[in-house]
């Protein structure tokens, strides 16, 4: 039996209650900023849909295409045939950025994939305008693709699908804003799927069929569909003399709407994340 020298035990009591100095603490890495971040999430998606996303993207085109094709027995010209060609064409852009992104967001959500994001210093919004921006770009060949062959299919002048380059993104942004909200708030991803498919049938009945022939309730119903503005801007330029300030006007509005249900998107995206 070893006996302990008092001096001993009293030195090792005094160091056990000594006041340690705090460790060092590093701070954490800065919030990455909003164009970084939203570069960074627009590229992986962009891959991703790139990979994923082709044969529904040709499916789109396809099905845009079957519906010109149809309505060429019933309308000959005229408005009807610009509200036909224009409808179809953004409907390339509602298939892609407003069903397939709230099936995205519905499947991130109900997969917990929303918690990778949100361990990640990257700002809300970085990550819905980086999947919007991607899925909305993903639709310009299918869209371009549908307006041309549409043009030739019902003789109208090609000469102003460049404004297809600002209907693209705007279209996009609004339709793209919707799909994201729908999916975040769907409770279910069962859910989400149901409600970007009535979307998208909905941008078709509303968007490809011409609104003079619409009974008065559904054409109100049709000034609410974000991608309506997109539509009648594209149908102006297929007159032999469009007017430009009207144009101008429907994708002023396209883009506020866009600009709106992108924010909404973000909300919804901040209220999913913290569940």
Excluded: K
Excluded at 5 to 21: F, G, L, M, N, Y
Excluded at 101 to 108: I, N, V
Excluded at 190 to 212: D, F, H, Y
Excluded at 245 to 253: E, I, K, M, Q, R
């Amino acid at each position: 039996m070893s006996i302990v020298p008092a001096e001993a035990v009293s030195a090792t009591v005094q160091e056990a209650h000594e006041v340690r100095p705090d460790p060092v603490r590093h701070p954490l890495a800065p919030r990455a900023r909003l164009l970084p971040a939203l570069a960074a999430v627009y590229r992986a998606q962009l891959s991703r849909a790139r990979v994923a996303r082709i044969p529904l993207l040709f499916v789109a085109t396809f099905q845009s295409v079957g519906i010109m094709v149809l309505m060429r027995g019933v309308v000959d010209g005229g408005s009807e045939a610009r509200a036909v060609v224009a409808g179809s064409s953004v409907l390339v852009v509602a298939f892609v950025a407003l069903n397939l992104l709230a099936q995205y967001f519905g499947q991130l959500r109900a997969s917990g994939g929303l918690d990778h994001y949100a361990t990640l210093p990257v700002p809300p919004a970085a990550v819905v305008l980086g999947a919007a921006g991607a899925y909305a770009s993903f639709t310009v060949p299918g869209t371009i693709v549908t307006a041309v062959i549409g043009s030739v299919l019902f003789g109208l002048p090609l000469t102003h699908l460049w404004v297809l380059m600002a209907v693209i993104p705007l279209a996009g942004a609004a339709l793209a804003g919707l799909g994201a909200a729908l999916g975040l708030l769907a409770p279910r991803q069962e859910l989400a799927t149901l409600l970007g498919q009535l979307g998208m049938s909905a941008a078709l009945l509303l968007g490809v069929l011409p609104a003079g022939r619409l009974p008065e309730p559904v054409a109100y119903a049709r000034d609410l569909l974000p991608s309506t503005y997109g539509v009648e801007a594209l149908a102006r330029t297929f007159d032999p003399h469009p007017h430009w300030p009207s144009v101008a006007l429907d994708l002023a509005v396209c883009a506020v709407v866009g600009v709106v249900s992108l924010a909404v998107a973000t909300w919804a995206y901040r209220r999913a994340a913290v569940r």
